[in-house]
């Protein structure tokens, strides 16, 4: 069909999107073929570089944090948010050779971040200002944990050849924490799970031009997604294979992230919640002033899409 379009969505490698390399997968060999549209999944090695090519429009669709694809609604970039694509499924790392024990601890060293505008900031925000510590950079006065940005995939090389301790430790999406467990130069601190139960990070967002122009393929990659959001919360095992390739993984890392605990993230709850969006939006606004205004999040978000999927 010369009128079928190509939906150019981009992405990192990291499990809270393997629901789209599920997807890819199972139609490139005619398991949930694709009949209004063709997929074509685009990585990026970094948040600020999905952000620029939704701002360009090299992609039409993304896998991007909430907070970032606000940022850009914002700015006027014509993006609609249609589905959560996961829940959950980050982790806070530790190095090694920082010595951290407690929260305490992070008292004068470095945390690596994946982004500004990323709800992994507003988790070790919080987390940090509950124990009286104060996050913030090299130009942020009285800051007692000094955050830095860099990209997921970069992650585990920072704290593996930090040999002084300097940094101690990393907040980011997995596979990256659990490639740093395995490797024995991090150790795990805390799940995101538990520090917001069944919180929601990446989102996907597609132009109002492909949303307009193309409803037909908007409607059936969406199915395609919640159905692969199903299938790894259902078969992990059959996924943690799948996903390997896709994210460039050891087999057994991934498998990892998708079973222990069975709750590390979740596939299957992709509904977009206005609240939960609310929340972040309020605190990452409110509190911590990345955000520097709001956005009316029900122009932001089209419902009909995970409606018409059946997405919980």
């Given amino acids: 069909m010369a009128d079928k379009p190509v939906i150019r969505v981009g992405h990192l490698k990291i499990t809270d999107h393997l629901i789209l390399g599920i997807s890819k997968m199972k139609a490139d060999q005619g398991i949930e073929p694709l009949n209004h549209c063709q997929l074509e999944a685009v990585p990026h090695l970094g948040w600020n570089q999905v952000a620029d090519s939704l701002a360009n429009g090299s992609i ?3 896998f991007v944090l909430a907070p970032t694809a606000m940022d850009l609604f914002k700015a006027g970039v014509k993006i609609k948010l249609l589905l959560f694509t996961h829940k959950t499924g980050s982790v806070i790392i530790t190095n090694k050779k920082a010595g951290i024990k407690t929260i305490e601890d992070f008292r004068g060293k470095v945390v690596i971040i994946p982004y500004q ?6 988790l070790l925000h919080q987390m940090l200002k509950k124990a009286g510590l104060s996050p913030g950079t090299g130009a942020t006065p009285g ?7 860099m990209a997921p995939s970069q992650m ?8 002084e301790g300097e940094v101690a430790g990393f907040i980011v999406a997995e596979p990256y924490g659990s490639q740093a467990v395995s490797e024995g130069y991090g150790e795990e601190f805390s799940l995101s799970k538990d520090l917001w139960p069944k919180h929601p990070c990446c989102v996907f967002v597609a132009t109002e031009e492909l949303i307009n122009n193309h409803p037909d393929a908007v409607h059936e990659l969406t199915r395609s997604l919640v159905n692969s959001g199903h299938s790894v919360d259902q078969n992990p095992e ?7 390739i896709f994210l460039g993984q050891k087999p057994e890392v991934v498998k990892k992230v998708l079973t222990e605990p069975a709750d590390r993230i ?6 977009p919640v206005i609240d939960d969006l609310a929340r972040m939006q309020d605190y990452m606004c409110d509190q911590m002033e990345v955000l520097k205004t709001k956005i009316d999040l029900n122009q932001f978000v089209d419902t009909r899409f995970a409606k018409e999927a059946k997405a919980e």
């Fill in 238 to 244: 059959a996924a943690a294979k799948l996903g390997s």
């Fill in 266 to 271: 979740t596939t299957s709850e992709l509904f």
């Fill in 117 to 122: 505008l990323s709800v992994h900031h507003m």
């Fill in 60 to 62: 039409n669709a993304a």
């Fill in 143 to 149: 800051a007692d944990v000094l955050l830095e940005v």
């Fill in 156 to 163: 585990p090389e920072a704290i593996q050849y930090d040999d």
